[in-house]
């Protein structure tokens, strides 16, 4: 059974680094074909994707925030970490990070999210 | 602003049939497979379809999809009081570099 958790900070101050960490298991992060990425929604709002880290280290990034994005992997751990700076009181939003078979061009299992709030 | 277009809302009574849409472009929509997502309020994403109409073993067939061109469209038939939730489009875009887009999301009401 494919599981996933986030796990890290639930408030941060406006310019931190909010660092959150993605337990995962049921699977090996390193398995071929795996990608762990990592989605966020703003509370009432659309789901916005952040990016991907693949079984070969490979990463994608989104676009318009790929400047203060960074994913890493602890494959001791079977964790993926999401690292994101500058953060901002509109960052605020539910993070989650998912799974991606390797049938399934997307997320096919999400963690429960954790919710992340930036103020001072 | 999201890069794919749904309906913010969209309902149907009981038992009836109704459906949603997701527009892009070549980029995303036209060249890449679909996917289409179910979030029931205070829940995670739930994967329904993937690769445009296939459905991921446990979802019902009341569940399909259909894509063509730069669109794509979620039905559901047999609307059950649990359908209400959220529901989100999402594929690859290969603009720029190769990224995923999501759709803003409707929200589907059953009367």
């Known amino acids: 059974q494919i599981t996933l958790k986030e796990s890290g900070p639930t408030l941060v101050k406006p310019t931190q680094t909010l660092t959150l960490t993605c337990t995962c298991s049921g699977f090996s992060i390193t398995a071929y074909g795996v990608g762990v990425g990592w989605v966020r929604q703003p509370p009432g709002k659309a789901l916005e994707w952040l990016g991907i880290?693949?079984?070969?280290?490979?990463?994608r990034y989104s676009p318009s925030l790929r400047s203060r994005l960074t994913i890493t992997r602890d494959t001791s751990k079977n964790q993926v970490v999401l690292r994101m700076t500058n953060m901002d009181p509109v960052d605020t939003a539910t993070y989650y990070c998912a799974h991606r078979g390797t049938s399934v061009t997307l997320f096919d299992s999400w963690g429960q999210g954790m919710l992340v709030t930036v103020s001072s | 602003q999201s890069v794919l277009t749904q309906p913010p809302s969209v309902s149907a009574a009981p038992g009836q049939r109704v459906t949603i849409s997701c527009s892009g472009s070549a980029s995303n929509v036209g060249t890449n497979y679909v996917s289409w997502y179910q979030q029931l309020p205070g829940a995670a994403p739930k994967l329904l379809i993937y690769?445009?109409?296939k459905r991921p073993s446990g979802i019902p067939d009341r569940f399909s999809a259909s894509k063509s061109g730069t669109s794509a469209t979620l039905a559901i038939t047999g609307l059950q009081t649990g359908d209400e939730a959220d529901y989100y489009c999402g594929t690859w875009d290969d603009t720029i570099s190769a990224h995923v887009v999501f759709g803003g999301g409707s929200k589907l009401t059953v009367l």
């Open positions: 690769d445009n109409n």
């Open positions: 880290t693949y079984w070969d280290d490979d990463k």
